[in-house]
């Protein structure tokens, strides 16, 4: 209905008649047009910043509006209407909270984000900011000639919606059965990976936080010191001896979150856990999606952490299904898809990657060192509550995440985990004891989930329709301590 009667206006527009617009395209010709879209506005000199502000819906009704009101002592969410603000001040229901309850939260989210933290992700010359304050990172990519689906380890995904269609399905019902989900991790399908030239889509060498071991020697990269941590990614980029102008921490921020979670549990495990690790790490890293289309980038761990071997296992459900369509020769065919070993004079660290083709779940066969996940979406998807988390209490498993906003982790971590364990105490216990060998009360307690910002966030506000709190892919952490 919306392209048949050339509606200027989305207003009033319901997330069910969007769904059903979305079902009907394809998945390849929706791509390929949003990208032409994108370069067409990027080149036109006339583009302003409210052009790019991200389309707005309604907190309550979920319905699309062009101007819409906020609240005026949080100032984040978007209301079509007095008639609904005054609705969600109360609001109850599966996926609603009552704004009564979330406004002093989101004010205290909003406080988190320091004008000195708010400068380390908007320093860069190439960051963008809309009118709304979001960062619309297609039109950035396209600004700076990278966005494409074949643009190396900067290509999106063919896709409506962006990430698998099963996330959203607790929050929007009526996206069950969308089939129009983002392809993921192409280039496992080959016989190789491309050169770190293509890789980075020939971004001035410069730019690029090389691997190659004679240019790292070239440009006098040291040798990171593991008693003093980087800790921004101004520190990042001045040991890496990169300009401002790159946009590297646009996807840097996958392997360089894995760095500060990974920092997060070596600073707080006991002695003891610390020797059990040796220098070999074992990490599952669940839930993947848009990290199988940098797999390469992962080495940069191996020059982060001197003398280590990180191993990485990898599940998502793209994995299976891209196991099936490979031949023999393919990457995701191997028993380790990546490996990288850095130079002796940078410590000769190393990486190793694997992935488990026959599960699209995690399925802990051997328990790793450490559970970590990107932008979880703990209160979106019920499998944590029902599957994996349950398994990291009773083997007494840190478990440590990323994700987009903090609102999302209050629900999980004050919400939806202390249920969990109170409906499952007993079977917990139980459990517990069979694992362990002996009577042992001891479960998580709630209140010793960490949260703090990540330095490592992809820069720029990630666009969002129903909401103006802080907002970051990567964005924070949430770290579940072991049993000690």
């Given at each position: 209905e919306i392209w048949k009667t050339k509606m200027q206006s989305l207003d009033g527009i319901s997330m069910e008649q969007m769904m059903a617009a979305f079902q009907k395209l394809d998945p390849k010709e929706f791509t390929e047009k949003k990208i032409r879209i994108m370069y067409e506005m990027a080149n036109n000199p006339n583009t302003s910043r409210e052009d790019l502000d991200t389309s707005k819906m309604c907190i309550q009704c979920n319905t699309s509006v062009e101007n819409p009101s906020t609240c005026g002592a949080c100032r984040t969410p978007y209301y079509c209407s007095k008639r609904c603000q005054i609705a969600n001040w109360k609001a109850s229901g599966p996926t609603k909270r009552p704004h009564k309850l979330m406004c002093p939260r989101l004010q205290r989210y909003v406080a988190r984000l320091t004008p000195t933290e708010l400068n380390e992700t908007e320093q860069f010359p190439w960051h963008i900011k809309a009118h709304d304050g979001n960062m619309p990172y297609d039109y950035v990519l396209a600004k700076l000639k990278l966005l494409g689906t074949n643009t190396g380890y900067w290509s999106v995904g063919e896709g409506i919606l962006p990430h698998e269609a099963n996330a959203a399905v607790q929050s929007f019902p009526q996206l069950r059965g969308f089939t129009n989900a983002p392809t993921r991790g192409k280039s496992l399908l080959l016989s190789s990976f491309p050169s770190e030239d293509k890789g980075w889509h020939h971004l001035p060498a410069n730019q690029i936080p090389t691997l190659n071991h004679t240019r790292l020697k070239e440009l006098g990269i040291t040798k990171m010191d593991p008693d003093h941590p980087l800790t921004s990614w101004s520190q990042y980029y001045a040991w890496r001896k990169l300009p401002l102008e790159s946009p590297a921490a646009l996807i840097m921020h996958w392997p360089l979150s894995i760095y500060q979670m990974l920092n997060i549990c070596l600073n707080d495990f006991p002695p003891d856990a610390v020797d059990y690790m040796g220098n070999s790490p074992l990490i599952h890293l669940i839930g993947v999606e848009a990290e199988l289309d940098v797999l390469p980038l992962y080495g940069e761990l191996a020059l982060l952490y001197p003398g280590k071997k990180i191993r990485i296992q990898m599940t998502g459900q793209?994995?299976?299904?891209?196991h099936k369509q490979a031949k023999k020769d393919?990457?995701?065919?191997?028993?380790?898809?990546?490996?990288?070993?850095?130079?002796?004079f940078l410590g000769g660290g190393s990486v190793e990657i694997t992935l488990d083709v026959a599960n699209s779940e995690w399925t802990p066969y051997d328990t790793p060192h450490i559970l970590m996940a990107c932008n979880a979406g703990i209160a979106s998807y019920p499998n944590w509550q029902t599957q994996v988390l349950p398994r990291c209490?009773?083997?007494?498993?840190?478990?440590?995440?990323?994700?987009?906003?903090?609102?999302?982790l209050d629900i999980a971590n004050k919400e939806l985990i202390p249920m969990m364990i109170e409906q499952n105490w007993r079977l917990l216990l139980r459990e517990r004891k069979e694992k362990v060998g002996r009577d042992d009360t001891r479960i998580l307690d709630p209140n010793d989930i960490q949260v703090s910002l990540n330095p490592f966030r992809r820069p720029g506000q990630r666009e969002h329709q129903i909401s103006r709190q802080p907002n970051y892919v990567n964005g924070l952490i949430s770290y579940m301590p072991p049993l000690k």
């Open positions: 793209s994995i299976p299904k891209l393919a990457l995701i065919s191997q028993g380790v898809v990546y490996s990288y070993k850095a130079p002796d209490l009773v083997a007494g498993m840190p478990f440590i995440s990323t994700e987009y906003c903090e609102e999302s």
